[in-house]
């Protein structure tokens, strides 16, 4: 008879060990996969949580609450990428994991439910050196942990029966630094605080230390909402960060920023400094007149 429980299920797993094969051999790539599956099961049951399932080179466990599992895929993360035999063409070997809180039903050691597969799939979303969980997750973290994960994305996940908010938790020290409270941020840089001025048409949306943060898609859930067929639904992510204005793009099709100064730079993936004036345009160059287009101005923030 199964018990109906509420827990944290975590799957964790090595990217691209198709490739490690290919380069390291057999058989330093089994020593390899194997190092890093006693990585992820030494993490887990340091941090309170039972490993369920090892599957080639993924592992799956769960936990009785979800501060401990990030804790645990926090772990993993940061004894990998330092982990001085697992490189592979000189690169660190790297992880992907997800995770979600939800009801499952565990029996003989093993756990069930819709719960296990949103966890998989927060898996299949991430990237090589994320974690990646759900907005259930979230509401069952501490203050802590809540401050530190930021919103990615939306996605149609089978069996939820509607769209999931994705969420990257940020387990890098840099990472978590970039999200420090506005009143950090006014505190450590006074009157020197770098200012946003977005202009969408004729709507103004200004970041500063009060709103150090928003995101730029196609989907209502966005602080700037921008509808196009080239626009992902979370497309990009403008925050202040250390005193610098820095654009991050999550989308398919890439960002395109021109500067008043003439100088033009696309992102795709990756972050890219803002300064002075110009304009964004999302998945595809920003055209001065179209209503899909973003003003920008960097100012200094009044006292």
């Known amino acids: 008879m199964g018990q109906d429980i509420e827990l944290a299920i975590v799957f964790a797993d090595v990217v691209g060990s198709t490739h490690i094969y290919d380069v390291m051999g057999d058989q330093r790539a089994r020593e390899m996969v194997a190092t890093c599956i006693e990585v992820m ?12 399932k090892t599957m080639g080179d993924e592992v799956m466990s769960t936990f009785p609450t979800a501060d401990e599992a990030l804790n645990a895929a926090a772990k993993m993360q940061r004894v990998i990428v330092s982990h001085a035999e697992l490189q592979v063409d ?18 003989s050691r093993d756990v069930f439910g819709a719960t296990v597969h949103t966890a998989n799939r927060m898996t299949s979303q991430a990237k090589a050196g994320q974690i990646v969980t759900t907005a259930a997750t979230c509401e069952h973290l501490s203050p802590e942990w809540r401050a530190s994960v930021r919103q990615i994305d939306v996605a149609m996940i089978k069996g939820q029966g509607g769209e999931v908010t994705l969420f990257e938790v940020l387990w890098q020290t840099d990472d978590v630094t970039s999200m420090l409270p506005a009143i950090a941020l006014s505190g450590r840089y006074g009157r020197n605080l770098q200012m946003l001025r977005l202009r969408l048409n004729e709507q103004d949306i200004i970041l500063d230390a ?71 345009g999302l998945g595809k160059v920003p055209e001065r007149d179209s209503v899909q287009t973003l003003r920008f101005s960097c100012e200094i923030a009044a006292e």
């Open 41 to 52: 099961r030494e993490a887990t049951e340091q941090h309170g949580g039972t490993v369920i």
């Open 210 to 280: 009060t709103r150090p943060q928003l995101t730029i898609g196609r989907a209502d859930e966005n602080d700037v909402v921008i509808r196009g067929n080239l626009i992902s639904r979370i497309h990009a992510r403008i925050e202040i960060n250390r005193n610098k204005i820095v654009l991050i793009d999550q989308s398919t099709n890439g960002t395109f920023v021109h500067f008043a100064g003439g100088e033009e730079a696309f992102v795709r993936r990756d972050s890219l400094q803002i300064k002075g004036e110009g304009l964004i």
């Open 90 to 107: 000189g690169q660190p070997v790297a992880l992907r994991i997800g995770c979600h809180f939800g009801p499952v039903v565990l029996e």
